[in-house]
């Protein structure tokens, strides 16, 4: 272990670090923590191996890891050792409110236990396994997962209630097991060119992916779609359920985007579109006013006219010319 803490005090609780500090833990084979009321990060834990094969353990008998909001967890292997091949294992119940970095192959092993996550969770181009019985992970609705590589539930379930953001923009994310996804989940994908994975994201799930709440689609990267451009955006073995609300660009290129659910596949294609003119749909009628009036007359421009493409997210603009001389006074015969 190398930590780097304020000195002691009489109230100091060595099982919390303290914001600004960096506690190291590093090891070649074992770490044990035997700690009856866990553990709570404020600051920078680091959980690294230095072991040429990779893996080691870190073990929290009672109680939890709690991951605070501002505190950073960072699962790693040292250096030049990262085609380490064994997995850590992180023997302890998670919560994070915070930030989690896996960047090496891991396995969360406690069993009977709901691991939760309320802020950002990142997984680097490698393996989480969640391999216990009874044990289930939650994204909350403040809570999103981003990442490239494998999250793998082993007679363990996970369910969403946050964000899914698949690829480190863009990325391949593999579920391998069933998501649950809750009304008010929402999944963002990016568009930046034709192949999955290295131009656009895509979710890859090994199980039954219920489907519920909200798609949203973005172009990236100056990406200009050309009608027939497919995109296969997520791939399941079996769904149920459709998302609610969807959210497509609109390029303003000829294009417009529809998204096609099939029974193991989401597809979004690019098709020709037409950009259609404005119009008036509610004309101002005239309006006679006495000649010292004091009444301001109010006209919302976006109840007068409209655009048949604005269901697609063509947008409305105004612009005013504004004349000096709008109104003429005069006087004839006092």
């Given amino acids: 272990k190398s930590q780097s803490l304020p000195a002691p005090t009489d109230n100091h609780d060595p099982n919390i670090t303290n914001p600004n500090t960096t506690l190291n833990i590093l090891s070649a084979s074992y770490m044990d923590f035997n700690s009856e009321k866990g553990n709570t990060n404020n600051g920078l834990m680091q959980i690294i191996t230095r072991n040429y094969w990779g893996g080691g353990t870190m073990e929290i008998v009672n109680g939890s890891l709690t991951n605070n909001q501002g505190g950073i967890l960072n699962v790693l292997v040292q250096g030049s050792l990262s085609s380490a091949s064994s997995p850590i294992t992180l023997a302890f119940h998670l919560v994070n409110n915070g930030e989690v970095l896996v960047d090496h192959e891991s396995i969360l092993s406690k069993g009977s236990v709901v691991h939760e996550n309320s802020g950002v969770f990142t997984l680097e181009n490698h393996t989480l396994t969640i391999n216990q019985t009874g044990t289930s992970f939650i994204n909350h609705p403040t809570g999103s997962i981003y990442g490239i590589g494998t999250m793998t539930f082993t007679d363990a379930s996970f369910s969403n209630s946050g ?140 109840t007068i006219f409209n655009d048949p493409d604005r269901p697609l997210g063509d947008e409305l603009e105004y612009s005013f010319n504004l004349l000096d001389n709008i109104i003429a006074a005069s006087i004839t015969d006092n």
């Fill in 163 to 302: 964000a899914i953001n698949p690829g480190l923009s863009p990325g391949l994310l593999t579920i391998n097991g069933d998501i649950t996804q809750d009304p008010g989940s929402v999944m963002n994908i990016e568009l930046g060119g034709l192949t999955a994975g290295s131009l656009y994201d895509k979710l890859n799930v090994g199980g039954a992916y219920e489907i519920d709440g909200q798609l949203n689609v973005e172009l990236i990267d100056g990406f200009d779609p050309t009608p027939g451009d497919v995109f296969d955006i997520a791939e399941f073995y079996s769904a149920t359920g459709d998302f609610v609300d969807i959210n497509v660009p609109y390029p303003g290129t000829g294009v417009i985007f529809n998204v096609e659910q099939t029974a193991t596949n989401i597809n979004v294609t690019a098709v020709a579109h037409s950009n259609n003119p404005p119009f008036v749909e509610d004309a101002i009628a005239d309006i006679l006013l006495a000649e010292d009036f004091d009444l301001t007359q109010v006209a919302d421009l976006d």
